[in-house]
């Protein structure tokens, strides 16, 4: 029988309220303690609304990817050119503007990260994100290629993967060694790949 929440407007207020800490803590590492001490809500509560701890995992995740998806739209929406909208994402990552994110950071390496062998579910919607960020890169620098704005012979695909590898890969070294300058550093051979692709600059 399909689970059904007892109130949809209590459902949204746990996600909201513990969304910061599902990020900052953990999916495993968030207690069913840490739920109700946050929402000031029952046990009984809680799984009134939700079927398990996974189930308030994965709607949290899902709700701080949607806010991780608004936040790179409205900041890309500022960009005039397609350069600037692929430099723009990249800053966003950068260690003075990545506190732009939900509290603990970028949602998709905290999850993915523990996910991969704990939470299948989870792990599926963080490839789904991956995978559409990968996209909708992909599809930015074509629209690049296509303007003139980028060289006709990058590779829109290989790019995108490249720019959101060394991005997730930056923030991981940077927050495991706890050395935010190891980000930046990653971020500019970011910028450095769109520099190569850009036709106004000298092969």
Same mark, same amino acid.
């Given at each position: 029988?399909?689970?059904?929440?007892?109130?949809?407007?209590?459902?949204?207020?746990?996600?909201?309220?513990?969304?910061?800490?599902?990020?900052?803590?953990?999916?495993?590492?968030?207690?069913?303690?840490?739920?109700?001490?946050?929402?000031?809500?029952?046990?009984?509560?809680?799984?009134?609304?939700?079927?398990?701890?996974?189930?308030?995992?994965?709607?949290?995740?899902?709700?701080?990817?949607?806010?991780?998806?608004?936040?790179?739209?409205?900041?890309?929406?500022?960009?005039?050119? !397609?350069?600037?909208?692929?430099?723009?994402?990249?800053?966003?990552?950068?260690?003075?503007?990545?506190?732009?994110?939900?509290?603990?950071?970028?949602?998709?390496?905290?999850?993915?990260?523990?996910?991969?062998?704990?939470?299948?579910?989870?792990?599926?919607?963080?490839?789904?994100?991956?995978?559409?960020?990968?996209?909708?890169?992909?599809?930015?620098?074509?629209?690049?290629?296509? %303007?003139?704005?980028?060289?006709?012979?990058?590779?829109?695909?290989?790019?995108?993967?490249?720019?959101? %590898?060394?991005?997730?890969?930056?923030?991981?070294? %940077?927050?495991?060694?706890?050395?935010?300058? !190891?980000?930046?550093?990653?971020?500019?051979?970011?910028?450095?790949?769109?520099?190569?692709?850009?036709?106004?600059?000298?092969?």
């Amino acid at each position: 029988m399909k689970f059904t929440p007892r109130s949809e407007t209590t459902r949204q207020f746990i996600i909201e309220t513990t969304a910061g800490i599902f990020n900052k803590k953990g999916y495993a590492g968030t207690s069913l303690s840490d739920l109700t001490e946050a929402t000031r809500l029952t046990k009984g509560s809680i799984y009134g609304n939700f079927e398990n701890k996974d189930d308030v995992a994965l709607a949290v995740f899902n709700f701080n990817a949607e806010r991780r998806a608004n936040i790179i739209q409205e900041r890309l929406g500022k960009a005039a050119s !397609h350069r600037d909208k692929l430099l723009a994402f990249i800053d966003l990552f950068s260690s003075a503007e990545i506190h732009v994110f939900p509290e603990g950071g970028c949602p998709l390496l905290n999850a993915g990260t523990e996910a991969d062998d704990t939470h299948e579910p989870l792990r599926q919607r963080v490839a789904e994100e991956l995978l559409e960020t990968q996209r909708e890169l992909a599809a930015l620098i074509q629209q690049g290629i296509t %303007a003139r704005e980028f060289r006709a012979e990058a590779d829109p695909e290989q790019v995108a993967t490249t720019i959101l %590898a060394l991005i997730q890969g930056g923030i991981f070294i %940077a927050r495991t060694t706890r050395k935010p300058l !190891h980000l930046d550093a990653v971020l500019e051979t970011a910028r450095k790949l769109v520099r190569e692709i850009d036709t106004t600059t000298s092969p």
